[in-house]
T-cell receptor, first 110, second 112 residues
Framework: RKEVEQDPGPFNVPEGATVAFNCTYS??????FFWYRQDCRKEPKLLMS???SGNEDGRFTAQLNRASQYISLLIRDSKLSDSATYLC???????????FGTGTLLAVQP | NAGVTQTPKFQVLKTGQSMTLQCAQD?????MYWYRQDPGMGLRLIYY???????DKGEVPNGYNVSRLNKREFSLRLESAAPSQTSVYFC???????????FGPGTRLTVT
């Protein structure tokens, strides 16, 4: 079983739609979680950290469910510019080696 | 403030050739990382350095060596390139305590 698992997609959604991605992690000792965005042929860029209480940044909301060991990313009012691969990341406790999921591809259609 | 920089951006090698990928960060981060990214495999950690003077193996270290030259620079060396090392290589550094990671623009390496 992979340490961090994501549905690879693609998720094809129309502009203005709401879309949600889930990601599961296997190490219950994981302390920190993140969502990164990666555009085609570019480096990953931090989208947001995920806090235990959940957090929101504009149209993006991230949530953590420790009991079920998953994190989620909700994107409201999707824009064409949201088209990218979204990477889920977990940091196991007592280490600074981040574990990346393989990514979920989002394609927002006009 | 350039963040994380990598050179070269592109490279083509023949099997058996050697090369060094350079990485530097100007954010005063202690920890630096080298990843490779292949289609369908996601980012895999090759080596990392928690601080100047220390290095540790990641998930896929075979065929690679690293040098943490100083706090700013972390290089990755391929001693004898193989076609299986064709990949995109990313260097990254991490913010202490928050663990937010910042990546360089990548090096696209092809080994023929």
């Amino acid at each position: 079983r992979k340490e961090v698992e994501q549905d690879p997609g693609p998720f094809n959604v129309p502009e203005g739609a709401t879309v949600a991605f889930n990601c599961t992690y296997s190490n219950s000792a994981s302390q920190s979680f993140f969502w990164y965005r990666q555009d085609c042929r570019k480096e990953p860029k931090l989208l947001m950290s995920v806090y235990s209480s959940g957090n929101e940044d504009g149209r993006f909301t991230a949530q953590l469910n420790r009991a079920s060991q998953y994190i989620s990313l909700l994107i409201r009012d999707s824009k064409l510019s949201d088209s990218a691969t979204y990477l889920c990341v977990a940091l196991p406790g007592a280490t600074n080696k981040l574990i990346f999921g393989t990514g979920t591809l989002l394609a927002v259609q006009p | 403030n350039a963040g994380v920089t990598q050179t070269p951006k592109f490279q083509v090698l023949k099997t058996g050739q050697s090369m060094t990928l350079q990485c530097a960060q100007d954010m005063n981060h202690n920890s630096m990382y080298w990843y490779r990214q292949d289609p369908g495999m996601g980012l895999r950690l090759i080596y990392y350095s928690a601080s100047e003077g220390t290095t540790d193996k990641g998930e896929v270290p075979n065929g690679y060596n690293v040098s943490r030259l100083n706090k700013r620079e972390f290089s990755l060396r391929l001693e004898s390139a193989a076609p299986s090392q064709t990949s995109v290589y990313f260097c990254a550094s991490i913010v202490d305590k928050s663990y937010e990671q910042y990546f360089g623009p990548g090096t696209r390496l092809t080994v023929t």
